[in-house]
């Protein structure tokens, strides 16, 4: 078995990381490197899908969920408007290969929303 990914280790308690929600399928962090000034990440507690298409073929309903919890999200530590971004693959700057999405909130300039 592989080593568990690092939001794994944050969900044990093993590396730090504030855990700002936990369902029972699915939790959010802090991005350590934020790029908006609110970058979230919501993640499903399980490891299987590395990336949002392997994630929607084949639990359809997580995804939801953590749709769901992006707007909640968004809607506690922002205006309730956010940008929700999937990097999938590496050259797409995919980083970690344990599902996330990126919450990002705030800061966009009037040019940037054309
Ligand atoms: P990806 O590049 O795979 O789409 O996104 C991975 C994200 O995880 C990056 O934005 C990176 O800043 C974040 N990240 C990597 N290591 C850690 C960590 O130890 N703690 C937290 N909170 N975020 C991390």
């Keep these: ?5 690092v939001f794994s280790r944050i ?3 093993d590396i730090p990381g504030e855990i700002l929600v936990e369902t029972e399928n699915v939790f959010a962090i802090r991005d350590i490197a934020p790029q908006a000034p609110l970058h979230l990440l919501v993640i499903p507690k399980t490891e299987r899908y590395r990336d ?3 994630l929607a073929a084949g ?3 997580l995804l939801s969920e953590m749709v769901a919890v992006a707007g909640s999200l968004a809607a506690e530590h922002a205006d309730g408007d956010y940008r929700l971004v999937f990097n999938t693959g590496a050259n797409a700057g995919q980083t970690v290969f344990h599902v ?6 705030g800061g966009l300039q009037e040019k ?3």
């Design 59 to 61: 639990d359809p309903a």
């Design 112 to 114: 940037e929303l054309r």
């Design 100 to 105: 996330h999405a990126h919450v990002l909130a």
């Design 52 to 54: 949002v298409g392997e």
């Design 1 to 5: 078995m592989s080593e568990p990914s």
């Design 11 to 13: 969900l044990a308690g």
